[in-house]
């Protein structure tokens, strides 16, 4: 399994069942591909470098997880269709294997 990094964000205005619905839906996904989370860390609001649909600031979860390269368009295709999900990005980290 490789290391992989996920960075997304969501609107700081939905509420907090919405939230954790999509990062349930996060960590199921990574599952059903027999990847592990390592740790999932919570930063909270942060300013946008510039407006997207009409925001100006994301609430950011960041997602260190081990997974097969296979399994990462699962993941990729399920956080496309997430609308709670504005923007999202993983990251192959090669320094964590």
Do not use: Q
């Not at 909270?44 to 097969?68: Q, S, W």
């Not at 399994?71 to 294997?97: P, S």
Request: one cysteine or more; glycine letters at 6%; a negative charge.
């Amino acid at each position: 399994m490789k290391a992989y990094e996920l960075l997304y964000f969501v609107a700081p205005s939905i509420d907090e069942e919405s939230r954790t619905n999509v990062s349930t839906r996060i960590a199921n996904t990574i599952a059903e591909g027999n990847g592990v989370i390592d740790e999932t860390e919570e930063w909270g609001k942060r300013k946008l470098a510039y407006e997207i649909d009409g925001l100006t600031e994301g609430d950011y979860t960041l997602v260190n997880f081990h997974a097969e390269p296979e399994h990462i368009a699962e993941l990729n295709r399920v956080l496309g269709i997430t609308d709670a999900v504005k923007r999202f990005m993983i990251v192959c980290r090669a320094d964590r294997d």
